[in-house]
């Protein structure tokens, strides 16, 4: 039996929803992580992006920064951000770009900038960062978040980056070039979306919780399919290429969001 | 050279090339009153508004990336003493593409549906305008451009006429060296002119948009310079932790921003044995 921990199933099951050959925006953290676990086994021809403006990036180690050094070492072009961002997000050339937040609402929307009232902030987060244009402009989303209940809210404290917005018709609206949310990756389990309602769904366990245990740690109606699944485990091979990816342990030694 | 009220472009993109040695000094000229223009940055936002020079910026992103959340910046806006615009990556980026083309707004797919268009501070309804497209009617966001006082950058060389080359990642440095009314490099080393000649494509910034340049070794410490240093994680890390706690930031900022005369100060504080082990190794770059 793999042993692994929960941060390290959270990447592992990520990973999974990477395709061969998409080109994809990775971020920062955890979800580079998760990108470049990918990249290392079953998707190795994926072509990873930086908002810092270079393209096809091959690190052999987890950088600390979308702008490290260690990131760019054998990327194929460095342009500049305008490259990344408009030329190949905003123009639609994006498969699937990967992101984290303090808070996720019921349509997938994301919250990375305040926690309490605008006006008077509680908490200042890093911000949009890329994150907005990566869900405004990416064919396909996959969030990744550490389970708590207060992540996941009724009502987001600021709303930062576009899920589903207001459901159904919601992206088509505002004439968004990205398809929006696809999956949401917890170290508890994964979500899909429900394709009428565009609400998230429940899709499958991880091993060690139950469906209650989920429906404990939302605080908005989560939809329930009649059949949940347990989530595949990772298998030995993810868990040594996380382990070489961040040698130092500065993602799955502390964890992240 | 900059007067308290200024707006600045600030280069640099992450953990490469912020010109913090630049921030440093804007702190021991006890400069006020500075607005911030920026994708995002880190340690240099960090002092900056830690020290109160910055009470404004219009950015997208602050924090210390994988070491986590910018802890001066979240105190300074809990305190009420910093007002932040919130903005995209690329909605900063086309308002710097904007101010350097001479137009006076941009139009992207970003933001919209947003609380980026329902919520703003100063700039009230100046922060963006979301309209119908006047040829495809389809929905498009408009963002102000910025030519701000002055650009701010940090590039690796430069000749005597002022030529700058950037090495490695760029982000949003060649539009925004372009929208300043005045532009200031602080360069790493300068060389001669054959050594920019044999390689103008390395050459981000030419002469003619430069007006000061400035030679600084080491501007980017604790950060990164692609191809002269890396990171120095230990001192990043210590800063992180001290920064969590105003007694402790406050105790920083005396002892290695007001407490040294100037960046070569700075430099011999640190320690040259320190910083010569940060050195990059070619071809690798860190």
Known sequence: MVEYSKIEFLAACASSHVRDGENVFGGTGLPLLA?????ETHARNINLISEAGFIDARPREVPLSVADTRYYL?????????????????????????????????YGNLNTTYIGPYESPKVRLPGSGGGNDIASSAKRLIIIMTHDKRKFVKQLDHFTSPGHLEGPGSREKWSMVGGGPEVVITDMCQMDF??????IRLMSVHPGYTVQDV????????IIPDDVPTTDEPTQEQIDVMHRLDSHGVYLGKGGS | MVPDGSGLFWGGFGFQRPPIAFASELIRQKKRNLTIYTCGSEVDLEILVGAGVVPRLEIAFVAIEALGLANNMRRRVAEGKVEIEDYSNLAMAMRFLGGALNVPFMPL?????????AKSRYRGDKKL?????????EKICLVPSIQPDFSIIHAQRVDMSGNAQIDGIVGEDLEGSRCGKKLIVLAEELVDEEEIRIAPEQTKIPAMYVDHVVLVPFAAHPMMCH??????????????KITRKEETWQEYLDTYILGVENHDAYLDKIGWSRLNKLKAIKPRGY
């Open chain 1, 35 to 39: 990108a470049l676990l990918a990249k």
């Open chain 1, 74 to 106: 054998g990327c194929s072009a460095s342009i500049g951000l305008i490259e990344t961002l408009g030329f190949i997000l905003q123009a639609g050339h994006v498969d699937v770009g990967f992101l984290g937040a303090a808070q996720i609402d019921e």
């Open chain 1, 194 to 199: 429900d394709p009428k309602t565009l609400k």
């Open chain 1, 215 to 222: 429906l404990d740690n939302v605080m908005f109606d989560l």
């Open chain 2, 109 to 117: 797919r970003s933001l919209m549906g947003t609380d980026m268009v």
């Open chain 2, 129 to 137: 305008k979301v309209i119908d497209c006047p040829f495809t009617g």
């Open chain 2, 227 to 240: 191809g002269y240093y890396d990171y120095d994680l230990e001192f990043l890390q210590m800063f992180h």
